[in-house]
């Protein structure tokens, strides 16, 4: 979230939008968006369960229960363009990549 949160300002002038997923309550992810001075929103109180059947988030193995790193980019009618899943750092999805795909994307529906 980290690198997301620092590029968040590319993002914008491109107009794409960011989010976050959490399984924690609204306080708990306040907390969190505050501590780590997040720019973009964080949906809170989420159905682990629900949502990992939906799309294929892991789920972390412990008490209590969270979604293992997982970015998707989403086309405008709410399809998934791609989707990276990791069980832990390594894997992730990467801003500049991020950024990159989109507009190749974008590029060939013009």
Known sequence: MGDFNRSWDVYEEAGIRVFGLSVDRLGETQRMVRELALGFPML??????GIAEKT????APKDPTFFQATGF?????????????????IGR???DMTLAHIKHAMSKKR
Do not use: F, M, N, R
Not at 56 to 59: A, N, S
Not at 73 to 89: E, I
């Open 56 to 59: 294929g988030i892991y789920l």
């Open 44 to 49: 809170s109180e989420l159905d682990a369960a």
């Open 93 to 95: 999805l990467q801003p």
């Open 73 to 89: 980019v989403l086309k405008p009618d709410g399809t998934v363009s791609v989707a990276v899943y990791s069980t832990g750092a």
